[in-house]
Structures are given as C-alpha cells and as structure tokens.
C-alpha cells in the first residue's frame, strides 16, 4: 500500500501538481485579498482564512466527486455551432461574475473616499464570504480539473490540494497588505481579475487561452510596478532629505 512513498514518478507529479495548484490559486489569493481589504482591519485575518477554507474544502469535495466534475465535460446544448458544457456554463457565469465585480471595484477605488473619510462601499463579513465562494466554486473547478489531468491517484491530488492551499493560506496575508498599502498595486491586481474573467468566459466558449501567457503578462507587470515604488520611494526620500542638506 505503500509503494507509492519510493515512486519517484508520483513525487515528480506531486510536486508539479502542487506548483500548478499555487499558481492557478494567484488570482483567488488577489480576490480574496482585494474583497478583505474592503472590511474593518479586525475582520480581514478571518475573512481570508475563512475564504481559503472554503476553497480547500470546495476543492476536496470536487475531488471526491471526480465522476460528476467528469461529466460536467459532456455537452448540454448547443448554441451557434458551440458545445455548452456544464464546465462551460460554470466558467461563463463564473467569468461574468469576476468580470462585474471587478469593473465595480475599479469603479469604487477612482473614487475614492467620500467627503466625511468613509469607504465609497460599506460590506458586511457575511457578503464579502459569500462572494469569495462563489467564485471559490469556478476556481476550484478549473484547479481539480487540471489535478485530474496530471495524476491518477487520488491521495496525491488531494495532498497536493492541500499542501497548495495552506501555502496560499500563509502568503496571503503578506499579498493582502502589500495590495492594501499600494493603490497601484490594487488597481493592477484589479486589472488582472479583469484579464481572468476574460479568459474564463473565453473558455466557457471554447476558446482556449493559454494561462502561460496570462501568468507571464501579470508576472512582468507586477516587476515593472514594483520598480516604479521602488524609484517614487526613493525620490520622496530625496524631497525629504533636501531641506536637511541645504
């Protein structure tokens, strides 16, 4: 029963399963952590714990259904010549989602606190959770599919599955912060929500994007901004040091 602990090749897939998993879980930790910074400071430690787990226990639950999330392949209908799936309808209403929500954000952080100092938006705890499962749902969906794809073993899909969300779990409070203290930060996270939701209603239709190409533009975005903090913070320190010097 163990013969699996000196396969080097369920190692080899383990490790890659759980590298996929955290880079598919980029764009979860980014909304999670943008729809947190939206509640009190008290509140945004317990809204993305409990965000994560409910990914994780979304994630396990898939998993243990592989029979459904394998039929959710099969086609439905058909609309103007396409196939529509029930992944396809998952993906399209879960782009859609992400797709609003996020022009809505944009919408609310160009403007800014209103004149008494207080958020353009008020949330409850309750509403920020229930949209971070809503899109935990599509999310999770797209994770175990590819889980499915690289390995057979079940045990290994779902200790990568777990490994991949408790490393999640530990870096998003350092995201969270970091997007919270950068406004360019949190519109270029914005932005790339934006960019997801695109390609997943692209995929809804049949229309594959290669994620490679959508991780390596965010990637390169995110470096360039964080040059541009790095050279702003460095000429404020200049503007503070000038009067000291003359």
Do not use: C
Request: without cysteine; aromatic residues 6%; proline residues 4%.
């Amino acid at each position: 029963m163990l013969d699996w602990v000196s396969n080097p090749e369920i190692w080899i897939g383990f490790l890659t399963l759980v590298t996929l998993e955290i880079v598919l879980g980029i764009d979860n930790i980014i909304f999670i952590s943008i729809l947190a910074g939206k509640l009190p400071p008290e509140q945004r430690d317990r809204a993305r714990v409990v965000g994560l787990a409910a990914a994780l226990v979304m994630r396990l639950l898939l998993l243990l259904a592989l029979s459904w999330v394998v039929r959710l392949t099969a086609p439905l209908f058909e609309v103007l010549g396409h196939e529509i799936s029930g992944r396809d309808l998952i993906l399209l209403l879960g782009g859609l989602f992400l797709l609003a929500k996020s022009v809505t954000e944009i919408s609310h952080t160009m403007d800014g606190p209103s004149k008494d100092g207080k958020s353009a938006a008020v949330v409850s705890f309750t509403s920020v959770i229930v949209q971070i499962m809503l899109l935990d749902i599509v999310f999770s969906l797209d994770s175990v599919i590819t889980a499915v794809g690289m390995v057979d073993e079940l045990g290994v899909m779902i200790a990568a599955v777990v490994v991949a969300v408790a490393v999640m779990l530990f870096a998003s409070g350092p995201i969270s912060r970091f997007v919270d203290a950068h406004p360019s930060i949190k519109m270029l996270a914005l932005a790339f929500l934006v960019l997801i939701g695109v390609m997943l209603v692209a995929e809804g239709l049949d229309q594959h994007i290669p994620k490679g190409y959508i991780y390596f533009a965010m990637a390169f975005s995110v470096v360039v901004e964080l040059l541009n903090i790095r050279v702003r913070s460095r000429k404020n320190k200049q503007v503070e040091e000038a009067p000291t010097m003359q």
